[in-house]
């Protein structure tokens, strides 16, 4: 992802993702308010005005984090769909590959949970597209499996599994690392195709 670039470009690409790993775990600890530039900066190891070199202000930062996330989903769904052709394995990928996302990025639920509304408007027309784009991959799979079944069915079920799978930053709690992600994945990825056929 970052061949080609120079030694200074491979810097700021790395500076700049600390930064959005650290506003991620801030933000989801403190919410979007409660978090300056000045500590965010001091836990990447650099000044709060140097943040700026990198992000416009607090806003775009929460912006990047939910269009980052996003757009990962999105690109990461359609992957799985390019993968496999049998539609009961693709949904079986899907839930896996979401189950991951909700296990790696448990602080990026929190803040988007949280602190949607704080986007720049523009930001958050954004993520929702993304959003919906990536729920249609959802609906296409199920339409599949199941034709006899409204669409607004599909839709409940793909929000649904998604709020169950989404639940992780609470489901996790209690639960040590390294063994949350044994014992947490199986009940997830189980849970969700359960719920998905019910």
């Not at 000045?38 to 709060?48: H, I, K, M, N, P």
């Not at 199941?146 to 793909?158: G, K, M, Q, T």
Request: net charge positive; hydrophobic share 45%.
């Amino acid at each position: 992802m970052t061949s080609g670039l120079t030694e200074r470009d491979r810097a700021k690409a790395d500076r700049q993702a600390a930064i959005l790993n650290e506003a991620a775990r801030l933000f989801a600890e403190r919410g979007f308010s409660g978090v300056s530039l000045e500590e965010l900066g001091a836990a990447v190891g650099v000044s709060g005005p140097a943040v700026y070199r990198h992000f416009a202000n607090k806003q775009a930062l929460l912006g990047a984090i939910l269009l980052r996330v996003s757009e990962s989903l999105l690109g990461g769904g359609r992957d799985v769909l390019a993968r496999d052709t049998e539609a009961g394995a693709r949904l079986r990928s899907l839930v896996a590959f979401h189950v991951d996302f909700a296990l790696r990025d448990a602080d990026v639920i929190r803040v988007q949970d949280r602190d949607l509304a704080s986007l720049r408007d523009d930001d958050r027309r954004r993520v929702r597209r993304l959003q919906r784009e990536y729920v249609e991959l959802w609906i296409g799979v199920l339409a599949e499996l199941h034709p006899d079944r409204e669409e607004a069915d599909l839709r409940v079920r793909a929000h649904a599994c998604f709020g169950l799978i989404n639940s992780t930053p609470h489901s996790m709690r209690g639960v040590r690392q390294p063994a949350s992600d044994r014992t947490v994945r199986p009940i997830l990825e189980s849970m969700a195709l359960a719920a998905l056929s019910a």
